[in-house]
C-alpha cells in the first residue's frame, strides 16, 4: 500500500461522507482560481495545517509530498518568467546573449507569481482530499455524481496498476541495489535500461494474471464498490 493511501485510510476524517469531502475540495479550487491574492495566502497554511492535524504528520512529512511536484513547478514558473528581451530594463539580472538580454521578464513576474500562489493553493486542496479519503469512497462519490461506468473502471484499473508498478519497481530497484548495480555512471545507466524493461515486463505479466482472475471469477464487465454503512 502506498504511503498517501495509508493516511487516506486512516486519519481523523477518515468517515466522513465523500460528498463532503468533495465538496470542500471544490471549494478550494475555487479559491485556487478566483483572483484575490489574500484569499490564497491564508488559504494554503489554513488547508496545510488541517491536514497536517488529520493525518497526523509533522511538516517535514508533509514538505517530502511537494518533492515530486516541485519540479514540474519550478519549470512551469521559469517557462513564463524568464525570457529574452532587447533592452536589459526589462528583464531582472539580464545576461548580454545572440544580441538579447536574458533574464526575468519584469512585466511577467506579477503572473508567475500569481500562477504560483494558484498552483500552490490547488495541490495543497488536493492533497486534502487525497490525504483523507479512502480510495473507496472517491469510487463512491463518482458513482453518486454519475459518472461514466467506464471512466469509473479505468480509475479502478489505473488505482490497481499503480500498486502493482510501485511494487515490483522497489523488488527490481532493490535487487540491482544489492548487485551493486548502481555503483557508477556506467552500471547505473545499463541497471535504470534493465529496470524500465523488466517494468514494462511485469506490468503485462500481471494483467494478464488479472485477466485470468476476473475471468475464473465469472467477471460480468462490472466492478462493484460496497458503500459502508456509517
Known sequence: MLSIDKYAYNNLLAKWRPEVKGLLWLFGMIIAFQPIMVIKLIAIPTVAIATMWAVKVNFHQYLKWFYA??????????????????RADQVYGGIYMFGNY?????????????????????????????????????????????????????TLLMYRFIFIFVDSFEQIYRAQQLRFGYANLRLS??????????????????????????????????????????
Open 69 to 86: 511536484v516541485i519540479p514540474f513547478i519550478a519549470l512551469s514558473i521559469i517557462g513564463i518568467a524568464v525570457t529574452l528581451a532587447p
Open 102 to 154: 536574458l533574464g526575468v521578464a519584469k512585466s511577467m513576474l506579477p503572473l508567475a507569481e500569481q500562477l504560483t500562489l494558484r498552483i500552490t493553493t490547488a495541490i495543497v486542496c488536493t492533497y486534502w482530499f487525497a490525504l483523507t479519503t479512502p480510495f473507496q469512497q472517491i469510487i463512491l462519490l463518482f458513482k453518486h455524481m454519475h459518472f461514466p461506468s467506464l471512466l469509473i473502471e479505468e
Open 189 to 230: 545507466m545499463h541497471s535504470a535500461g534493465i529496470l524500465v524493461k523488466m517494468l514494462f515486463e511485469q506490468v503485462i505479466i500481471n494483467y494478464q494474471k488479472m485477466v485470468y482472475s476476473l475471468d475464473a471469477k465469472l467477471f460480468t464487465g462490472e466492478f462493484t464498490v460496497q458503500e459502508d454503512k456509517i
